[in-house]
């Protein structure tokens, strides 16, 4: 470890004289500076400043390289284990962007919530929006949960985490063909627009369409199906790009009509030991 000066600071890098070692002269690149990939060299260092630095090399043509961010701590190898996928959280929304809402973890770690998932959440209605200042503001504290922890690009991505009403609702795994029980958010025409049980982000935004509503045709749906109905569906495809589910409550009723004829031969066969009536009659027929 050395003490150095800083001369001067460059779009890449900074220029540090180093007293230690005769004021010979090293270079701290930008990629060395901190931990953080998207800092900016001029808001880490200025001329004048002293710090600390380690030399990582001394090439063929003399020059010295330096690295400020091998004697700093890294705040990601420990926000591995404080920051583990399903942790709530509250945290403050500190940036905007079309895509989504950046938020404030700590002093060194920022998450994302994606604007596909800010707008799934209940607390803001299933709005369609075309920013997320349609939403919330800067300032602004929220409840968020951790969704993915991605230590080798440096990235969090969150949700917004259910309301406080809603959090001892049974957590529920989407997947093609099962079934999961859902509340009707809106009726529309086409269909029933849906939130998912126990699930946030977009996958807890599901559709069901006029056709798998197991009503007859023309059915108002909106009389038929009021906001916070709870029913049970089976999931019968998800969007590969947006990751919602399509549902269907006419498919989980027939699967559930075939599950208990099943049930209800396997008792007859049990009380009998000869087989159903139908069984019977097949073999006298035969």
């Known amino acids: 470890m050395l003490k150095g000066t800083v001369r001067t600071v460059v779009e890449w890098g900074a220029f540090i004289a180093l007293a230690e070692v005769g004021g010979l002269e090293g270079l701290v690149h930008i990629s060395e500076a901190s931990h953080d990939p998207k800092a900016k060299i001029g808001d880490l260092l200025s001329p004048g400043q002293e710090i600390e630095v380690r030399i990582t090399k001394i090439d063929d043509r003399g020059k010295i390289w330096l690295s400020r961010k091998a004697l700093l701590e890294d705040p990601w190898a420990e926000a591995r284990g404080k920051y583990s996928p399903g942790k709530l959280l509250k945290a403050t929304i500190t940036r905007l962007e079309p895509f989504g809402a950046f938020v404030k973890l700590d002093d060194d770690i920022d998450g994302l919530i994606h604007m596909s998932d800010l707008t799934a959440a209940p607390q803001f209605g299933y709005k369609k929006v075309e920013h997320p200042r349609e939403l919330i503001s800067v300032g602004d504290e929220i409840d968020v949960v951790i969704n993915h922890f991605d230590i080798k690009n440096r990235k969090v991505s ?129």
Do not use: W
């Open 158 to 286: 969150l949700h917004v985490a259910l309301p406080e009403a809603k959090r001892e609702e049974a957590q529920q795994k989407i997947m093609k063909n099962g079934s999961v029980q859902a509340e009707v958010v809106r009726a529309e025409a086409a269909g029933l627009i849906v939130r998912i049980l126990g699930v946030t982000g977009r996958s807890s935004r599901g559709f069901i369409p006029a056709g798998q509503t197991g009503t007859m045709r023309g059915t108002d749906l909106r009389k038929k199906f009021k906001d916070g109905t709870r029913l049970d569906v089976k999931v019968i495809d998800v969007d590969p790009r947006r990751m919602e589910p399509k549902l269907s409550i006419k498919q989980h009723a027939e699967d559930e009509e075939r599950r208990a004829h099943r049930e209800y031969r396997k008792q007859l066969e049990k009380v009998s030991g000869f087989g159903t009536l139908g069984d019977l009659l097949s073999a006298k027929l035969k």
